[in-house]
């Protein structure tokens, strides 16, 4: 996902001696899937005992009571004839259990801090399926209800959901976990009018019935089920790919993203097939907390890279590269996450590169280097939270989400691509996804495959890349890569004699991409004079930017500044933006310099537009 852009959350805590015997497990578990168990801290279910090899979901979501109610029939394996099978639940309410179709006993653990309620339910050697009638209750993490005034077309309620990292079991039975895969139906009935979709095969028309059918016959874990409700409309970009989104938006998302198709067709190029059958994107209404969510076949995208321009669609690359990193090879562990978002990052900028050459991809390389600084400072540089291996015992999965998964993880990856030349590193990442398609990785099992498919031993290689300090130390070591700064060094100039009173001539500005000019503002001294505030909102007009990149970083350097006149546009972004990456800065910043109360103003008229994700971290900023 992308957070920071957002992502989710981390879970996990693997002991070594139970990757081992994970690994043997799997092996023995042939046929042309994997469904890989890892011990894994966050779930409670007992996936590592009994097979959950398909899932039949059967729902019916009231949009105007916000409940998704039905069942969920498990497909299971008894491999090692335990007497129960144990599901994650969150604030579910259990109406009854079917082993084989006979009515048991189940018992419903009291629920856990985040982790929620076990659900036990038991089961024979013999057991083959297991039905869980069941509705989701008020407190669902993974649900966003939007009334339709939270809509463009204000006339249709909305439901989406985000899964990752634990709240699928907030609206399915399942056992929740990056490693537990398996493959799913689903018969959704919703609203006659209304269009149901789901990380599926879809429909591209509404229903005339309001029922809905899906598969996904790929196994995937559970932080990628995902399902949209509402009045939603599909658009074609060309055979395999589309973009759907609510009408009043789908022009403008299908001319931002017409270069979708082209960019799955690069991605395969680098990275070998892509193997979901369609890509299709949906835009959804402004509350989506997060920049963008993988789910396979449909990424869920916020509006906010809805910039008239096609400027910010390597957000789409993000997601798009999940489909190999993530969704085909997916982290074991949430300590492992940063073999989904490094790999995904860094296979992100390649795709940007071939698409639009070195010195962008460079620049988006810096932005990220500075993040990762910024984050390593935040979080302390010799904190344990700065390793790529993650070590999230006895914590909300929440508290692993920062850049370190993102930004170290890639440039832990660039590093070895230039200490092995791009070519070898090319062919070994091609192999890599291959050989662990539809399958779950450690961190330990990917360094293992690294030393013996590309290192191999080499001592000088070694002793480059020094893997130790990467993957089990802190802060940045001293070996990371640096990207070309040809274009902001020139922005650099232009920024300093602004600052000496020369404005950047508009036949500069006007080929700028959204990260020139990010880099322009962010290296701004701060605060900047009133003066120097109007000259550059009457130069480029900031206060009325339709990039929302470029508009939250004004709206921050103006509350900086004190310069008012953003003021009115910037309220108007904070009530239509609920991208978790603009909020919180923004109102951190009202809160550190003296503006308290325009903050508490704004955000209780708001608070109920934004996503229940993001209104929990942003509760602890606006206090
Ligand atoms: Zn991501």
Known sequence: MNMKRFCVLLVAIVIASCNNNVSKKNSTVSSDTSFLVAKDIHTQSNADSVLLKHLDLDIKVDLDKRIISGSATWTIENTNKVNELVLDTYDLGIDSVLSDGQKVLYRL??????LGAALHIPIIPQTELVTVFYKT??????????????????????????????YARSWIPCADGPGIRYTYDARVAVPKGLMALMSAENPQQISDSGIYHFKM??????????????????????DRTGVYAEPAMIDRAHYEFEDVGKMVSTAEKLYGAYRWGRYDVLVLPPGFPIGGMENPKLTFCTPTVIAGDRSLVNLIAHELAHSWS???????????????????EYFERRIMEEMEGKSYADMLWQIGYEDLEDEVTNIGKDDKDTWLKLDLKGRDPDAGLTDIPYEKGCHFLKLIEVNVGRENFDVFLNKYFNEHAFKTITTEDFLKYLDNNLIKDNATLKNNININAWVYGPGIPANCPHAGMERFDRVDNMRSAFLKGTLPPLAITQKWTTYEWLHFLRKMPKPLSLVQMKQLDDAYHFTKSTNSEIADLWFITAVTA????????????????????????LYKEMMQTGKQEMAKRIYKAYRENYHPLAQESLDKIVR
């Open 109 to 114: 653990d009291s629920p856990k801090q985040y």
């Open 137 to 166: 209750g008020k407190n669902a993490r993974a649900l966003q209800w939007l009334d339709p005034v939270q809509t463009l077309s204000k006339t249709h309620s909305f439901l989406y959901t985000q899964s990752e990292s634990i």
């Open 217 to 238: 016959d790929k196994p995937i874990p559970a932080y990628l089920m995902a399902l949209a409700v509402g009045d939603i409309t599909f658009r074609k970009i060309n």
């Open 326 to 344: 993530g969704n085909l090879v997916t982290n074991a562990t949430w300590n492992d996450f940063w073999l989904n978002e490094g790999f995904t």
């Open 562 to 585: 004190g310069y008012e006149p953003a003021y009115g546009a910037m309220q108007e972004f904070l009530s239509t933006v609920g991208r978790r990456k603009f909020l919180e800065p």
